[in-house]
């Protein structure tokens, strides 16, 4: 990606937190391919968003361009328990995060979840359509992207789902694990969804700071739908997986009541990409192309290292 940083400053910087989760880490290796632009990676080891007055500091003197927020409390079932740190950092660093970023003037593009929604509808979920979480997980991060709205003009939020990477502890790990380890597993066949690839999200992120570069009146807000193109279940899922590993573990289905769990899943959680794609003319590959792709480098390290 070549820019020409036409309004933007010689050097456009952009910080990032959360750095150390899936799509932080996938956004680390893309880095090197943004020529004049200096990220700053941060995680909670070196900047607590939690904070304010941290992130204010922090701030002071980098004159940042955008915010990419990676950062999240992601355990769904233990949010059940840990309510006030959930939202700590799914609604309250989100506001710290908006309102310092609409003091200095600088652009915010935020993560957010299929989990928003309830998931009983039975077409693909719209960015109008109403939120209606039934998690507590689901809830911190309604109310985040509400606050980010509410306190900063400048914002990009893009909603994503069945998040997994070479990084990090996933369902795609857990899967390739699992089935080397055992001769059978019970997959629950009853929640559809689209998993997505965090490269394939960490490229879409990018490209929009690239577009923006070029001419600051493509950066659209608002809130937006990205994933993978394509449906299936879980079951469906772990079978690709598997397929794509060469591996012989026989996998069952199972329905969702067989495997209960303190935080109830969308049943239903796909996203409608429609305004993503046609706001950014950005292209999205299907969940099974980039599901190959993934395994292929998780391949390729087992072998390296």
């Known amino acids: 990606m070549q820019q020409d ?28 391919t943004m020529s004049g632009v200096k990220f700053l990676f941060t995680d ?9 007055a941290a992130i204010e500091g922090f701030l002071a003197h980098q004159s940042v361009d955008f915010i990419i927020n990676c950062a999240a409390y992601t355990a769904v079932d233990n949010a059940e328990d840990n309510v006030e740190s959930c939202y700590a950092i799914n609604r309250d660093a989100v506001r710290n995060l908006g309102e310092v970023a609409a003091t200095i003037g600088c652009k915010v593009i935020h993560v957010s979840t299929d989990y928003v929604f309830n998931g ?5 979920y719209t960015e109008d359509m109403q939120v209606a979480p039934d998690t507590v997980y689901g809830k911190s991060k ?8 509410r306190v900063c003009m400048d914002a990009i939020i893009l909603r994503t789902s069945w998040l997994y ?6 369902f795609v790990k857990t899967m390739l694990k699992l089935g080397k380890e055992r001769e059978t597993l019970s997959v629950i066949y009853d929640q559809i969804g689209t998993p997505t690839y965090a490269a394939d999200l960490a490229k879409a992120i ?5 577009q923006t570069i070029e001419d600051e009146s493509t ?45 109830q899943r969308p049943f239903y959680s796909v996203l409608n990409k429609t305004k993503f794609k046609t706001t950014f003319h950005i292209s999205i590959a299907h969940w099974h192309d ?8 998780l391949i390729s390290k087992e072998f390296t290292h």
């Open 5 to 32: 940083c036409k309004r933007f400053k010689i050097m456009t910087k952009i910080l990032v937190t959360g750095s150390n989760g899936q799509l932080g880490n996938e956004l680390q290796q893309l880095a090197s």
């Open 44 to 52: 909670v080891d070196t900047l607590d968003i939690c904070n304010k």
């Open 120 to 124: 009983k509808a039975y077409r693909p």
């Open 142 to 149: 309604a109310e985040g992207e509400e606050e980010l709205l």
């Open 165 to 170: 990477s070479s990084y990090g502890n996933n």
């Open 206 to 210: 990018l490209e929009i700071v690239h």
């Open 219 to 263: 950066f659209k807000t608002g809130t937006y739908h990205f994933s993978n193109e394509g449906v299936c279940s879980w079951y469906d899922f772990a079978i690709a997986i598997h397929h794509l590993a060469n591996i012989t573990c026989n996998v069952e289905p199972i329905e969702s009541s067989a495997y209960p769990a303190k935080a």
């Open 290 to 297: 980039s599901l190959n792709k993934c395994i292929q480098l």
